[in-house]
């Protein structure tokens, strides 16, 4: 059996990994001379990052894999506790991260360390998150669950996809956001000016 919903996260995970790392590229480059901007990108990148992995994408795993999982192969069972902790501080974590941008984009410069902070924080605890995933539960998954299991797990994850990991397939509604991204931020990270 195929089992596209593992690829479907791997996918997922590709698409955050990228978002995460243009993010602290982003930080690293800093405001320069072009604030607005600045800001604008990564207040999208958050955007995304709130919108698509907190409520599609985690939603998936905890609702559908991991009790699945859990059932089959309670040997992951550490990990499951702890992927669901990530998920349920993860969502809080972003939007924590929104206000501190929103503080230092009208705070001002004080505010900026307690933003710098609080994202590679958050990245490198995402990181880890998504490593623990595809360590400790998909080769698990892959080899303890049923093929009724895959059929379901497939049909739920093809039906609500992530528009940014979706080859080929993505969805206008968010083409916004994406397009706002990658023509707003500089080169290399996106086709704005750097």
């Known amino acids: 059996m195929k089992q596209s919903s593992l690829q479907i996260i791997r996918d997922e995970h590709a698409a ?9 590229m982003m930080l690293d480059r800093g405001p320069g001379d072009e604030a607005e901007s600045f800001f604008d990108v990564v207040r999208a990148m958050l955007f995304y990052i ?14 559908l894999l991991f009790p699945r999982v859990a059932r089959v192969a309670p040997q992951v069972m550490d990990a499951i506790i702890q992927l669901e902790a990530d998920h349920a501080h993860s969502e809080t974590a972003v939007r924590d991260l929104q206000h501190l941008l929103l503080g230092w984009e009208l705070i001002g410069e004080s505010r900026r360390a307690a933003f710098d ?9 995402y990181m880890a998150h998504m490593q623990l995933e595809e360590t400790a539960i998909l080769p698990v998954a892959q080899t ?3 093929d ?3 059929a379901e797990l497939d049909a739920a994850f093809e039906a609500n996809r992530d528009p940014l990991a979706t080859k080929g397939r993505r969805d206008p509604v968010y083409d916004r956001l994406f397009t706002r991204i990658v023509m707003r931020a500089p080169a290399p990270i996106g086709v704005g000016e750097a």
Do not use: C, I
């Open 148 to 150: 009724q299991d895959w």
């Open 16 to 24: 955050l990994k990228a978002m995460l790392q243009s993010l602290t």
């Open 144 to 146: 303890a669950l049923s």
């Open 50 to 63: 709130d919108e698509f992995p907190e409520k599609l994408h985690h939603p998936k795993e905890s609702n």
């Open 117 to 125: 902070t609080a994202v590679r924080r958050y990245v490198q605890s």
